[in-house]
C-alpha cells in the first residue's frame, strides 16, 4: 500500500503531465488560442503560488509547526479552493488535529476533502483515515458505514485491515480473522505486513 506521501507525489506528477493539457481542450473549444494563452499565464502563475504554500505546509507537518502549517493551510483552502492542494491542505489538517487528539475538528476535515473530491484518490484516502478517526473514537458502525462504499482495488489491503480492526473491537473474532487474512492477500498487500500479523496473534490466529 502506498504512503500518503508516495500518493501525494504521484498525484502532483500527474497534475504537472495532465493538468495543462486538460486546459488546453477545454479553452481551445470556447476561447480560441488567445484565450489559452492567457489561461495558461494564470494557471502557471497560480499553480506555483499553491505549491509554495504547499511545501512549506508539508515542511510545517514534518516539524510539528500547527501555527505554521494551519496559516498556509487556511491559505490553500481560502485561495486555492478549487485546486487539489486544498485537499491535501484539509488532509494535512486532519492529521494535526488527530495528533492533538482533536478528533471532532478531525472528521470535519477530512469530511470536507470526501464531500468535495467525490470519486478522487484524495477521497478514497479521507475515507480511510475518517473511519480509523473514528474507530478511534469507538464510533464503530459510523467506520464500517464510512467503508462501505467501492474502493480502488489498490485500497483493498487497508479498508479490509480496517474492517478487522473494527470486528475486532466489536469482540467478533472470527469475522475479524476472515478480514485480516483477505488484507494479507490483496494485492499491493497491505503496509505494515508484520503488524496486521501481529494483529492475527492477538486473535489466536497464526497466520
Known amino acids: 500500500m502506498e504512503t500518503e506521501e508516495e500518493q501525494v507525489e504521484k498525484l502532483k ?10 486546459v488546453f481542450g477545454i479553452v481551445i473549444g470556447v ?9 495558461r ?3 502557471e502563475t497560480t499553480a506555483a503560488e499553491a505549491s509554495s504554500h504547499f511545501t512549506r505546509m508539508i515542511e510545517a507537518l514534518s516539524t510539528d509547526d500547527d501555527v505554521s502549517l494551519q496559516l498556509h493551510a487556511d491559505i490553500l483552502i481560502a485561495e486555492y479552493s478549487s485546486t487539489e492542494y486544498a485537499l491535501m491542505a484539509q488532509l494535512a489538517l486532519a492529521r494535526m488535529h488527530v495528533d ?17 473530491a467525490a470519486q478522487q484518490p484524495l477521497a478514497y484516502l479521507a475515507r480511510t483515515r475518517l473511519a480509523a478517526v473514528q ?14 462504499i467501492e474502493f480502488p482495488g489498490e485500497f ?7 474492517r478487522g480492526d473494527v470486528l475486532a473491537r466489536q469482540g467478533k473474532s472470527g469475522e475479524a480473522i476472515a478480514a485480516y487474512r483477505k ?14 500479523r501481529q494483529k492475527l496473534n492477538d486473535l489466536g490466529s497464526r497466520s
Request: no cysteine.
Open 13 to 22: 506528477a500527474w497534475l504537472k503531465e495532465n493538468g495543462l493539457s486538460i
Open 31 to 39: 476561447g480560441g488560442i488567445g484565450g489559452y494563452n492567457y489561461w
Open 41 to 43: 499565464h494564470v494557471q
Open 100 to 116: 492533538s487528539g482533536e478528533y471532532t475538528a478531525a472528521e470535519a476535515a477530512l469530511q470536507q476533502v470526501i464531500g468535495s
Open 135 to 148: 474507530i478511534q473514537t469507538e464510533q464503530y458502525q459510523q467506520a464500517l458505514s464510512t467503508l462501505t
Open 156 to 162: 483493498a489491503a487497508l479498508v479490509d485491515e480496517l
Open 183 to 196: 488484507a494479507q492477500l490483496a494485492e499491493p498487500g497491505p503496509a505494515n505486513p508484520e503488524f496486521l
